[in-house]
């Protein structure tokens, strides 16, 4: 059965991806470079913490992620927007700084501890960003990734807070995308 629902989150996954970036292509979705930046560095780590903590086949939602938001994160250079913010830079020098914590000391519990919550803050960009131009984002991307979380979750192999934190936070952050375009856009 986790094989399963983690095939499914790896799908969705996927399946959400590929209309979000043909839409930055076609110059629609303008992701914001700090963002998808700061998510490379952060799902590399959790996909790594996910795979080393015992996550199973939850772990190929953060395999598919990392590669996915590495794409988005290069093609935000040329179709992007934002990156020279205080609050840009003061999340991008964090993201960096637990880079190297968890490179020097591999301490995969509290590196996913703190990447839930430096993501949390790369998040914000991001939400100004689909506040103020709701017409740089799109839903696919951010609902499928939402309940690619929730599958995520179920994939577990056996419950340990660790290994639900993140996907959790992927569920939530995913939510807050889509309410705040939802909301902006009546």
């Given at each position: 059965?986790?094989?399963?629902?983690?095939?499914?989150?790896?799908?969705?996954?996927?399946?959400?991806?590929?209309?979000?970036?043909?839409?930055?292509?076609?110059?629609?979705?303008?992701?914001?470079r700090i963002t998808w930046g700061?998510?490379?560095?952060?799902?590399?780590?959790?996909?790594?913490?996910?795979?080393?903590?015992?996550?199973?086949?939850?772990?190929?939602?953060?395999?598919?992620?990392?590669?996915?938001?590495?794409?988005?994160?290069?093609?935000?250079?040329?179709?992007?927007?934002?990156?020279?913010?205080?609050?840009?830079?003061?999340?991008?020098?964090?993201?960096?700084?637990?880079?190297?914590?968890?490179?020097?000391?591999q301490e995969t519990r509290l590196?996913?501890?703190?990447?839930?919550?430096?993501?949390?803050?790369?998040?914000?960009?991001?939400?100004?960003?689909?506040?103020?131009?709701?017409?740089?984002?799109?839903?696919?991307?951010?609902?499928?990734?939402?309940?690619?979380?929730?599958?995520?979750?179920?994939?577990?192999?056996?419950?340990?807070?660790?290994?639900?934190?993140?996907?959790?936070?992927?569920v939530l952050m995913n939510g807050?995308?889509?309410?705040?375009?939802?909301?902006?856009?009546?």
């Amino acid at each position: 059965m986790q094989l399963v629902v983690g095939f499914a989150a790896l799908l969705l996954n996927l399946l959400g991806y590929i209309p979000y970036i043909r839409d930055i292509l076609r110059k629609k979705v303008k992701p914001h470079r700090i963002t998808w930046g700061i998510w490379t560095i952060l799902t590399t780590i959790a996909a790594f913490n996910q795979v080393s903590n015992g996550g199973g086949y939850s772990s190929m939602f953060f395999i598919s992620t990392t590669v996915l938001v590495t794409i988005v994160f290069v093609l935000s250079f040329r179709y992007g927007m934002g990156g020279a913010s205080k609050i840009d830079r003061l999340c991008l020098t964090l993201a960096i700084l637990l880079l190297i914590y968890w490179i020097t000391v591999q301490e995969t519990r509290l590196s996913t501890v703190l990447a839930v919550i430096i993501d949390g803050l790369a998040a914000i960009p991001t939400v100004i960003k689909t506040y103020h131009q709701p017409e740089t984002e799109s839903y696919p991307q951010w609902i499928l990734a939402g309940i690619a979380g929730l599958l995520t979750m179920s994939a577990v192999p056996h419950f340990d807070w660790i290994l639900i934190i993140y996907p959790l936070y992927v569920v939530l952050m995913n939510g807050a995308i889509v309410g705040v375009k939802y909301i902006k856009e009546r």
